[in-house]
């Protein structure tokens, strides 16, 4: 027993020595590389002249610095390092002593030490497979490097370059002795190739594995076959394979020998990718590029299908004080897992929320989307914020917690070259799932900007600070030159579909919830009781109501009052000082009649196995999706848009509401319209400059960040994140980098849960007010079968109310309005603090005890305005 | 003094670190719903939303997180108490949830021996604070005061009605007022079993007695022994969990039924204790819960093999409790009479959610579910929904109807969709004589017994104020009628004896003659060429008119909805189909049995019989529309009338088309419908067949596409 755990010890060790090799290994594999794949690099087509290879000392090499900051390439890993010229506080690319961390698998220290993993698949196989920088191009010295203006390119190759061995990996015995052996002179040489082949004869199937063997080797019944060791190393196969050329063996006849035992080959297939990485420093960090278009591999054989860039940058070990942020909703806190009670390892979102042209996997509970392209890490005094600037619409944002598969927390964004997706025929004769790869797979660029954040603004709010700066340096956000009082938003519902008896016979028939009449009385209620500068938003007013056909064309619903009515309602909103946005869906189509230009399956958008794509409806009683509501093909949102207008324009509109181009975007696999996700947010970006351009004012939902140049509102912008358990606090990070430069509210109060902590919530937040009002009664919605989301919304319940809140809401929030929000901190459980450019600060105390707080005595359930 | 005590609490916070427990206001992972009647679910506001999600840390208990914790019990001082089974320990929690004491160990009743616990899944605690404790796995259970002391040990129970091989494992147990103990073991079929107060055994409680079906009867004859030991038994119900109520009643559970069983009782709204996942039982071990709301309280309605499998009651007053389903982690509510009030929870790894549920409590407004999955124990917290829903059946409860009715508006002005509270408004309604009002409500209630109460009264009103009309309408219709009668009667008079081609009113008008005087009129239908197969055509189209004129226009006394989508293969499968059918195979038949007539004598015939099914369906349509509950007899009479005339034409023209004894006839018209039956068997399989082949092709064509 003892003796055995004893020799168990020792083959680890072997193993692991084996593995790690530092000495007598390395001379020889560089030799090997440099002999086979030595001009590798120049093959990129780039200043390889420039490039060298990594020094051995593992130190780091200066290559670029300015007034802020040094960047260094980290010759241990291929990576860089950013320094802070200030503090002196280094950023690795790569976590120092990964190789020496007790927790992590030698598997996960190769991970620790790569700037790039990729995720391909072998075309017309099933499942994935893994790469990384570290194990596949630095430990094979297939990485080179060269300084460039403020900054420095690492060129690398994932994998062997040469994509066959001329070596047999299966051979009938008499076809090896005539075409190889025979070839060979010294006798000590053909032993040596004959100690890397199992020989199996025809004896060995009588023997007790005889029918496992015949199953592996079926040409084993007609003849004998030697077959390659699986424990021959790359360098012994180098060896051997230059033998087997030496004794004239081609490629031809390798085919041949193949196919006389039945082999098929396919592992003799070496991937590689070779690809290149731009590091530039910035003034206050640093940006990379990979050039994901012009990754060379071969694409006959191998689809790439995702890539993760820099997943360890930055990294926070446990025991460490610090947290990853992440924009879970409007973003979220999670600590470093210090004490280990954090079990879930990855968490992960996809940006810009779901695909609906991919499958939707049934879900167990509800969660925020990922709106905006950011991610961060803070440790001790300092942080980092990373934006994706390219390659936002194919990514998705994943956090890891340390303490789990190693030690480090980690925030990083990777990116879904290729989608791929399964589907499971009913009544198939193999009821495996079948693997589709997209074939219009991503090609931009991916780019990523990182922020180095230092003393004071080393924190979350800081981040939202960075990220604000960022977006009003790339010309994306512009101030606001607001109203003198903060806007209430009032989302109002026209038409839905009832049935209505007529002479005792029921007839379906469209019912005004809010007609364009009431709508107009509620605003002269609202702005009798002193509300003003109110954004009505109209939805369900054209094509059909609440199920809507396409928005090919415009008719505004008669029931409603027709075009005039619409006309008089915006006139009515003129005089009032409001604002009328009718809201027009180009995403999704929920009923189809007949010549109204949109075909489910022509006009639609398919899946990657060409089936109509439809937007999931969740039904909230079993979690699963139904399908009901058609996505419209992103390619042909500009028309619909353009042909929408046209008709639009005879109304005079002066504003518009594109709430779901806001909220969802999906792809399309239909064969031949292909669009992916990065397109289609250009397809979207497109309409939303024409809405902009046209009517100056846009409101929209949800707040994916690709809104942000065009959006004048955002409506339904995440001011909660996920609750995640592992999580450990909700930041209002989008509030924080928006503010004073979108206007925005979350969710609208009536539909709270509990009125008093939304408005609270509104407060700490700078938000709007915001409500869903309908003018009819409530009972047409039961009526109409609206199952989701629309209860609590009589006018007449809640106009006093509503007023009430604005008033109080705009008393706290109005000379803020063009303000950023310069900080936001948690001062007790359950108290925020705002504070604005001007010094002004909101404390809010959701708890329900009076508290007093920086001498200022905050009520239960209650606010304070701080004013300097 | 208040000031003081929240300078310590900053200062306690600002020593816990920056990160305090979640906001008040965080995402709540989860959407509150109901079913209305029809098993839709709606979304309605949330009613409990999480408040704190509490660790073991977070409690303040020093060392091991919780390890599988089952119970969970709330006491009179809103104390809470937690069976930690993997730990073997109870831990004991004050109003806050910080941690009061933790009992892992007693001193037995000879002062000196030690012992513990050995996974206790059970908990309950009574009014004067003993601690009933099931120790499973000791299979005894130990009685604990409140300073962790014991009183005492209730071993085992030594009874003869056990059977062989039971093994004593008490996993959940109750004490009603009278000090009687209730204890549920671990896999027993045979109940509860009662305990006297001094652990003395008092018999089961509450067994299910296993009624056999016909079917299994039969299969036990026919089956052999072999066979028999395979098959499933059919067993009585286990119960897993106990909640005792202030009446001394028990709230039992039961996960072990069978899916389909328990499937079929839920949508076929069964209101029998049959298949019940939950009961309430009295002294005497009878089901008295009440299950009247549209639904049996059974949990999700929209599943397919997935049902819920409850394993927890919780009571939260006025007689609404609370159940807790393990399959998909959600709370149920009903009320007392079993009306889903909300549904809310489910799987994940947020807080609000759960990894595997044990058990809940309610502690006044809040409610505590343990997860033993995590070992976590999440606090909801009432929102103002769940509030005035809870004040409006409490006010009904103890007869403040005002009140309660105060309360239901506000609850529909927060969800406009609960039928409940629709019901609540239209008792008000009522109370007040707006009948009109009332019957609106109630049809949002979809609660039609009292619709058509409310309809009586409306319907007297109105009569009321057209006291002078009716007489004089009714005269009048009775005149026109005449005078219709007397002019057709007309028309077929002198048809007699005009000879040559009919104008098409008379022949359709001769179907009135035919259904009078069917012998004389099917003979002269024939012989005479009286009728034509345009007027035959006209009166099947008239009679499938007919039809869709009941489905649209008929009264809520026949179709209680508003949404009448007509289909039109609904007419077709129903009328058209079943008439063709008849002509076809009737005549096939007759001709092989030598009858005289073709297959357009046949139709003819068959087409003029259905005229009073068209002249008496109409008018019962209309009436429908006036008619309320009590005169539904009246509608049932002259549908049935106006079938059986049909029929009995059909037979009498047949008879005498093909002229045929009256014998024959029955026996050629009994082959005729077994054939009907036989040639909508087939046309069942042929279309069954096509759609394999159909769904095989696409299967290749996708295999093809896909594959290659």
Known sequence: MKAKRIVCALLVIGAALALWNPGDGKPARAADAAAEGGDAPAAAGTPSAKLRKPAKDGSLTPAAENDRLRLYFDNRSGGVAVEDKATGSLFYSNPLGALEDAKASDAAKEELMSQISLVYNVKGKEGDLEMNSYTHAMKLDQVGWGKQEQGLTVEMVLGREEQRRLLPQQIAKASFEENVLSFIEAEREKRRILAFYILYTREDLEGAKGKELLAKYPALEKEDIYVLKTSITERDKGVLESSVKKAGYTYEKLAEDYERVGYDGDEAVFPYFKLRLDYTLQEDGLSVTVHNGQIEYDKERFNLVKMTVLPYFGAGKSGEEGYLFLPDGSGTIIGFNNDGSKNTLLTTGKLYGPDYALSQADRGSFKQEFRAPVYGIKKDGSALLAVIEEGDAVAEINGMMGNINHSWNTAYASFTIRNK????????????????????????????????????????????????????????????????????????????????????????????????????????????????????????????????????????????????????????????????YPDVDFVTVSANKAFDGFKPHKDGIRSLFQKTGYKGILNVATLEYENSVWGVDPNKIPDYYDRFAKDYATLKPEAISLSSLGDTLNSNFKNNRQVNREQSMALAE??????????????????????????????????????????????????????????????PLNLASDLRPAVLKALETGSGAYFKLNYGDSSLLKDAFLFDDVYASRFADWEDAAADLYAEMNEVLKDVQDQAIVDHEQLAEQVYKTTYESGKAVIVNYGDQEIQVEGIRVGPVDYAAVTP | MVRTKWILFFAAMVMLGSFGVESASAMVPYKTYFYDYEGNYFVSPDAYVPERVLGAGDMGIPDAALNQPLDLFVDGDKQVYVADSGNNRIVLLDEEYRLKKEIKEFVLGDGRTKSGFNAPTGLFVTEEGLIYVADSKNARIVVLRQDGGLERILEAPDSDVFPAGFIYEPSALGVDPAGRIYVISKSTNMGVIALNADGGFDGFVGAEKVAPKVADLFWRLITTKEQKSRTAKNVPTEYNNITIDELGFAYVTSSALGTRAQLNALQSRDKSSRNAPVKRLNNLGIDILKRNGAYPPAGDIQVKNDVSRFIDVALAGSGVYSTLDSTHNKIFTYDEEGNLLYAFGGYGSQDGVFQSVSALAYQDARLLVLDKGTGKLTVFRRTDYGDNIAAAIEARKNRKYDESIAAWRK????????????????????????????????????????????FAEYRKEVIGKLILVIPIAAVLLLWLLTRFFKYVKKVNATGWRKSGKRTFPEE?????????????????????????????????????????????????????????????????????????????????????????????????????????????????TIFSNFASQQEQPFITFFTSLSFAWAIGLIFVGVLVTNDYNPFKNAYTSVISLIGMGFVAFLTVVFINILQNMNAFITTIFNEIAFRL
Request: aromatic content about 12%.
């Open chain 1, 421 to 580: 997706d399964t589907f499971i025929q009913e009544n198939a004769f193999e009821q495996a799932p079948w693997i589709i790869y997209e074939k219009n797979a991503y090609d931009g660029n991916i780019a990523l900007r990182y922020f180095i954040l230092t003393g004071e603004e080393a924190d979350y709010a800081g981040m939202a600070g960075a990220y604000r700066e960022y977006l009003v340096s790339e010309g994306i956000l512009k101030k606001t030159d607001p109203p003198e009082q903060i806007p209430f938003y009032l989302d109002t519902m026209g038409a839905v579909d009832t049935m209505v008896r007529k002479f005792g016979i029921p007839t379906r028939s469209q019912a005004a919830v809010t007609s364009f009449d009431e709508a107009g009385r509620m605003l002269e209620r609202l702005t009798g009781k002193g509300v003003s500068n109110v954004k009505l938003r109209y939805t369900a007013w054209y094509n059909g109501g609440y199920f809507h056909t396409a928005a090919s064309g415009m008719k505004v619903e008669k029931v409603l009052g027709g075009a005039k009515g619409m006309k008089e309602l915006a006139a009515k909103a003129r005089e009032s000082g409001a604002e009328l």
């Open chain 1, 686 to 747: 497109e309409v939303l400059a024409k809405a902009d351009e046209a009517y100056g004012n846009v409101i929209s939902d949800s707040g994916n960040a690709y809104l942000f140049p065009y959006a004048d509102h955002i409506l339904n912008l995440p001011d909660e994140d996920s609750s995640l358990s592992i999580a450990d606090r909700q930041v209002p990070f989008l509030q924080i980098a928006l503010h004073g430069y979108i206007g925005y509210a979350g969710e």
């Open chain 2, 411 to 454: 609850v529909l002005g927060q969800n406009p969709s609960l039928e409940m509270a629709y019901s609540g408004v239209a008792q008000s309604n009522m109370r007040k004589g707006e009948y009109e009002e009332a019957m609106h409500n109630y049809k949002l209630a979809n609660d039609w017994e009292h619709y058509f109460k409310a």
């Open chain 2, 508 to 620: 359709v008008f001769y179907a009135f003659h035919v259904m009078f005087h069917p012998f004389d009129g099917f003979w002269d239908l024939k012989h005479e060429k009286r009728g034509s197969v345009r007027a035959a055509v006209f009166i099947v189209a008239l009679v499938m008119a007919a039809d869709v004129f009941e489905k649209l226009a008929g009264g809520y006394i026949l179709y209680p909805t508003d949404w009448r989508v007509i289909e039109l293969h609904d007419t077709v499968l129903g009328v058209l189909i079943p008439f063709g059918l008849w002509c076809c195979v009737n005549w096939g038949l007759t001709t092989l049995m030598d009858g005289e007539g073709s297959l357009k004598d046949i139709f003819i015939a068959s087409a003029y019989s259905l005229m009073p099914i068209a002249m008496i369906s109409i008018p019962v």
